[in-house]
């Protein structure tokens, strides 16, 4: 157990762009209530104040799996850029386990995040959680964290073979926050985009933890879990492929893209 906390300490050091303890603290209060107020404002300015609580929900969810999405990219980037990628692929040991292992930071990292949010939601946005549904809001966070680090990983996995992933990122968290229903009920879009974002990571997710927050009964929310599992199992799957695909492709190759 030492050594396995030891070694993620020397994870976050050599990967985590925040690596002081004051700093990181700090901005991990301040950004996402900036965040959270932004849309909170803006969403009261267009839609009224009842929209407030809907809307602070969806981007907690979003912040939790743009997070993850954004940690594990910078952190294989920032590998690419000193040179250890490299040495990782060409280890004997298997790809995907050094790449899960960085995953650990980023999990930590967002469950911090998560844990802050919550407390902004309740104390100034005024956002109730029931104690009895507990339980499984925390359920519904671990398949959304299962589902964010897997799309963070097949985002990695696919920018270690570009030279510039800004696009690639930028891309797949402006669909995210579009299609997910995080600052506007589904019922918006045309109905050929709601048959679609419901079969999109978050969504189900975003769509569960609202139920389970207006405490409704189990019957009402369980589906959206269920299926966002299958939807984030589906992802792991890929994205293990993926890495796989890459590795072999590196190997092969004898070169990764170079930052």
Known sequence: MFLFLKSLVITWKA?????????????RLVEPLIFYLFFAYMGAAILGTEYIQFIIIGNILFV????NIYNLLQMFRYEKFVG????????QSRMVFLLL???YISILDSTLLF??????????????????????????????MITSVALGLIIAAVSLLMK????????AISVVQIMCGVNFPLTSFPYIL??????MPLTNGILGVRLILEAKEFTAYYPYLVKELIIGSALVLLALLLIKVMEHFAKEKGVLFES
């Open 15 to 27: 990967v985590f762009p925040i690596q002081d303890i004051k700093s990181y603290l700090a901005f």
């Open 64 to 67: 939790l799996v743009k997070n």
């Open 84 to 91: 250890t990628l490299s040495l990782n692929v060409s280890y």
């Open 101 to 103: 292992h960085r995953s």
């Open 115 to 144: 844990l802050i949010s919550g407390l902004y939601a309740r104390f100034v946005f005024g956002i109730e959680i029931p104690i009895n549904k507990l339980g499984y809001l925390l359920i519904s966070i671990l398949i959304l």
């Open 164 to 171: 510039d992933a800004n696009l690639l990122l930028n891309l």
């Open 194 to 199: 709601q048959k679609i974002s419901l079969f």
